[in-house]
């Protein structure tokens, strides 16, 4: 069974809530990146989503575009976050990884021997933000190689192709709780749940909300009736500025204990 399957299998016989944190790989320094990740699971994360530095994001907002240009210009590119992931599974074989970025730097790196190199060195799915349920064919040597890919649905995604979504999705299905970038504050807890529990009834796979997600309160609300939440934007721009790996674990860590907590107490549901 794919670590993230296994990973939601647990959280749903504990009646428990998955967090999900983002961080940009090789941000806020290089160095930092193993330690970074090993501090979120400290803190309670159930599955780490490592962005891959990229030039031109569609989905992200200024916050993770600064993250993006910082580790660019640092050099980090797709060999390095492979690199880091192998390093990080010598010591936590169970924590579920999956790689948040887009088609082009897979494609300069090769499709199949992305799948081969990221199998081996760990990841266990990856979410290509512009390679839509359309375009399956187009990601489907890391499928084949075992890597479950994460789709996205948001509010304005029609009817028919939520069913494709809902039908293809493997690992969990990324509910984006509004029409928009990372980071914005916009988020409405009623509209989103709505929308949620009719993804639910449909949807093979459990659903993580993110976008909008920035504290214990609005983790704990969505977290009401989702699978899992998703914090990207709110823990990048706390560790941004770390001049230590040291600092940047301690903040990440400040960061997350109270979403844990949180999230940890909120009464337990029907899983999908």
């Known amino acids: 069974m794919n670590r993230i399957d296994q990973r939601f299998a647990e959280l749903a016989a504990a009646r428990r ?9 090789g ?5 930092a990146t193993v330690a ?23 989905a992200d907002g200024p916050v993770i575009q600064h993250a993006n240009e910082r580790a660019l210009a640092k050099g980090v590119g797709l060999r390095r976050i492979l690199e880091w992931v192998a390093e990080f599974r010598r010591s936590d074989a169970a924590t579920p990884i999956v790689l948040m970025g887009y088609l082009n730097p897979i494609e300069i790196y090769g499709f199949e021997r992305f799948a081969r190199d990221a ?8 979410l290509l933000v512009d390679c839509p349920v359309e375009e399956l064919d187009t990601a489907a040597p890391l499928r084949d190689a075992g890597l479950n890919q994460i ?14 979504i809902c039908n293809t999705a493997q690992g969990f299905l990324y509910y984006v709780s509004f029409a928009g970038i990372t980071g914005a504050a916009r988020l409405s807890t009623e ?9 639910r009834t449909r949807a093979r796979t459990p659903v993580a909300v993110g976008f909008g997600v920035k504290d214990a309160a609005s983790a704990a609300a969505i977290a009401q009736f989702a699978d899992a939440v998703v914090i ?3 823990l990048v721009e706390t560790i941004a500025g770390s001049e230590s790996a040291v600092e940047a674990c301690r903040r990440a860590t400040e960061f997350l204990a109270p979403i844990r907590t949180a999230l940890d107490a909120v009464e337990g549901a029907d899983a999908a």
């Open 17 to 25: 809530r998955g967090l999900i944190p983002f961080v940009t790989g």
């Open 27 to 31: 941000d806020p320094l290089p160095d």
């Open 36 to 58: 970074l990740m090993h501090a979120l699971v400290a803190a309670g994360a159930d599955l780490i989503e490592l962005g891959v530095p990229f030039s031109d994001p569609m």
């Open 119 to 126: 199998r081996q060195a760990g990841v266990d799915g990856v």
């Open 151 to 164: 789709f996205l649905a948001a509010p304005t995604t029609d009817a028919a192709r939520l069913e494709s």
């Open 191 to 199: 509209a989103v749940r709505e929308k949620v529990a009719a993804i």
């Open 232 to 234: 990207g934007s709110a």
